[in-house]
């Protein structure tokens, strides 16, 4: 069965300190997302992916950065770290051949604390 | 550019009531349109989806959902809930210029009383 899967599942940070959230898919889909979640906004689009090597700004991309290695990893980067940025993050996996009816299938999240 | 809106934060229904989640997009053209579940600490998982055919369109657990061109609507729907159905939905848009983007509302959390 398709899978995506985040880790870690849970993190505390400090202020300007470093962050990495990795994810990791099985479905071998090429297009990958990363959202955040929080209360009275709703998943909220910070980068998204094409396939391995190419990254996209999304609708909310500052103070963070993506990297695709390959076609089953996609991380996010939090260089200096803010209390702004506590949230719950989710990765997701699209097929590309689906065009814009591709339903995408999500990780369980991660919830980042920065302190 | 696309975008949805869900105007109920929160719904309270009571076991084996009908229930209806609204949701009123915003696209001039052809939308494809989907329902999401969000269960207690877990990722998003597809509902329904529709793009043409019937309006009305079957999803998994007796949820469906109906296509309204005329008022920009995609309302889901189910006939008598359960406990379990307890959970946050978001209804969502995509479109063929959207580089295989999908724009979220806010989402509905539903509770449904025993």
């Known amino acids: 069965e398709a899978a995506v899967t985040q880790s870690p599942r849970n993190k505390v940070a400090v202020t300007g300190g470093k962050v990495t959230l990795s994810c990791n898919q099985t479905?071998?889909?090429?297009?990958m997302y990363w959202y955040r979640q929080d209360t009275g906004h709703g998943l909220r689009l910070i980068h998204y992916?094409?396939?391995?090597?190419?990254?996209e700004k999304g609708d909310i991309p500052d103070g963070y950065k993506a990297s695709r290695p390959s076609q089953e990893n996609f991380s996010l980067i939090l260089e200096l770290a803010t209390p702004s940025q506590t949230s719950v993050y989710f990765c997701?996996?699209?097929?590309?051949?689906?065009?814009?009816?591709?339903?995408?299938?999500f990780g369980p999240g991660t919830r980042l604390t920065v302190l | 550019a696309q975008s949805v809106t869900q105007p109920d934060a929160r719904v309270t229904v009571s076991e084996g009531a009908s229930l209806q989640l609204r949701c009123k997009y915003s696209?001039?053209?052809?939308?494809?349109l989907f329902w999401y579940v969000q269960y207690p600490r877990q990722g998003l998982q597809l509902l329904l989806k529709?793009?043409?055919?019937?309006?009305v369109v079957q999803g998994v657990n007796g949820f469906e959902a109906e296509f309204i061109k005329s008022n920009s609507s995609f309302h889901l729907r189910k006939a008598s809930v359960h406990w379990s159905d307890s959970a946050v939905y978001f209804c969502?848009?995509?479109?063929?210029?959207?580089?295989?983007?999908?724009?979220f509302g806010d989402g509905t959390q539903l509770v449904v009383k025993p």
């Open positions: 997701a996996s699209g097929d590309a051949g689906g065009g814009p009816y591709a339903e995408q299938f």
């Open positions: 479905n071998n889909h090429n297009n």
């Open positions: 992916s094409y396939g391995a090597g190419s990254t």
């Open positions: 696209y001039s053209g052809t939308p494809y």
């Open positions: 529709y793009y043409s055919g019937d309006p």
């Open positions: 969502a848009v995509s479109a063929g210029n959207s580089n295989n983007r999908i724009f």
